[in-house]
Nanobody, 121 residues
């Protein structure tokens, strides 16, 4: 059972900041594009940002300029720095590892358990 372990969620104030972290097993992390998705109540899960092994990044329009995704290969960790938080950022945030096993060439797609982010004054 592959585990992606998220941390850093909680309560943030409008205009404030939070940083999410996600640790993955080394063999998974090194072969993956790592991403953060979120799901707000009553809405579909959406991709917030992702980062490839070459550090190419993607951001959804709703977070561009406010959130920054990064990865630390030495720590097998992906981060999401969230600045200028808005109430509409309230959601459960999920870490995702999307990649291909370099030995078997089998694709994989693993998810964390989710961490709640609530933005409220």
């Amino acid at each position: 059972q592959v585990q992606l372990v998220e941390s850093g969620g909680g309560l943030g104030q409008p205009g404030g900041s939070l940083r999410l972290s996600c640790v993955a097993p080394r063999n998974i992390f090194s072969s993956s594009t790592m991403g953060w998705h979120r799901q707000a109540p009553g809405k579909q899960r959406e991709l917030v940002a992702d980062i490839t092994r070459r550090r190419d990044t993607f951001y959804s329009d709703s977070v561009k300029g406010r959130f920054t995704i990064s990865r630390d290969d030495a720590k097998n960790t992906v981060y999401l720095q969230m600045n200028n938080l808005q109430p509409e950022d309230t959601a459960v945030y999920y870490c995702n590892a999307d990649g291909t096993d370099p030995v078997s060439a089998q694709a994989f797609d693993y998810w964390g358990q989710g961490t709640q982010v609530t933005v409220s004054s």
